[in-house]
């Protein structure tokens, strides 16, 4: 055995392997409390840069710039500050997509659903409550999995989500309606579910196959890049599944010092010794799963 217990995920393309390592010191965290002044800088920052964030990057960073000028004594502190900053968000940023795509390419998926409300039912608020609500026992009781979004249209600035399921006990109906895409400009044919539209209003649901897959998740990751809304799991959706890898299934090592193995596409899943058997959905169901 070349590597036990590894932490392995996909990128859409290829299965990675990440062996355990031994860190021999560990950085302690500053516990030092911020000052008021600190947190005030930090929440001024947060809030031109949500008021300013789908702008060309020169206006953004001239207007953040701008607003908290007054918060520092001299110019390069200023600049320094938003420019760390800028970062910060940058890496949450990478971050988000990555651990979405993990996430997403570990699991099975049926369709991409887009829903809204209907006024005469419920106003926004109510929507937003109920309609998680609804997410959160479909995954209870039925074993429903999304990823999702919240997302405002940009013409009327109206709340709809955004996500991808999977849906081994369907509720309600699907049915064929054609109607017309403002987007699109010509007629088209959607599915809708008697059961979302009766609750809340229209909804659309897109059969996923294997090859458009990665077309829906980037389709989520726009939007968490032009919103600041959050990614929306249901519970029970792991970033990786653990598996001992043998120096016969590693094609190289890659990444940052070699810290990542790249995996044959047929390579063994082991677990604690045991064969499992090659890589596939049924098999990757039965290892140990991490985050």
């Known amino acids: 055995m070349a590597y036990g217990e590894t932490k392995v995920y996909c990128d859409g393309s290829h299965y990675i392997a990440i062996p355990k390592t031994t860190q021999s010191w560990k950085k302690r965290k500053n516990f030092k409390s911020k000052s ?13 840069y949500a008021e300013n964030k789908n702008k060309p990057k020169k206006e953004k960073v001239e207007n953040i710039e701008k607003e908290l000028k007054e918060h520092f004594k001299n110019e390069e502190n200023l600049k320094q500050f938003v420019q760390e900053n800028l ?18 390419y570990l699991q ?25 609500e609804c997410f959160k026992k479909l995954s209870y009781r039925k074993g429903w999995k999304y990823i999702g979004v919240w997302e405002r249209s940009p013409k009327n600035n109206r709340l709809h989500f955004h996500g991808i399921f999977y849906t081994p006990i369907m509720v309600g109906e699907l049915f064929e309606q054609k109607d017309y895409s403002t987007i699109n400009h ?34 989520i990751t726009k939007y968490i890049e032009k919103s600041s809304e959050k990614i929306v799991y249901s519970k029970n959706l792991p970033t990786y599944f653990i598996s001992d890898i043998m120096d016969e ?23 604690k010794g045991c064969l499992i058997g090659e890589v596939s959905s049924e098999v990757i169901e039965q290892m140990r799963k991490s985050n």
């Open 36 to 48: 008021i002044k600190e947190v005030e800088q930090k929440q001024t920052f947060e809030k031109v």
């Open 87 to 104: 970062e910060r968000k940058k890496r949450n940023l990478i971050e988000k997509r990555k651990r979405l795509y993990r996430k997403a």
């Open 108 to 132: 099975k998926w049926s369709y991409f659903c887009t829903f809204t409300y209907d006024d005469k039912k419920l106003n926004e608020n109510e929507f937003r409550k109920k309609l998680s």
């Open 186 to 219: 010509q007629m088209q044919i959607t599915y809708q579910n008697t059961y979302f539209l009766e609750r809340f209003g229209r909804n659309d649901f897109e059969e996923i196959i294997p090859h458009n897959l990665s077309s829906s998740i980037r389709y």
């Open 249 to 271: 299934d590693i094609v190289c090592a890659i990444g940052v010092e070699d810290r990542k193995l790249l995996l044959f596409d047929n390579f063994k899943c082991w677990d």
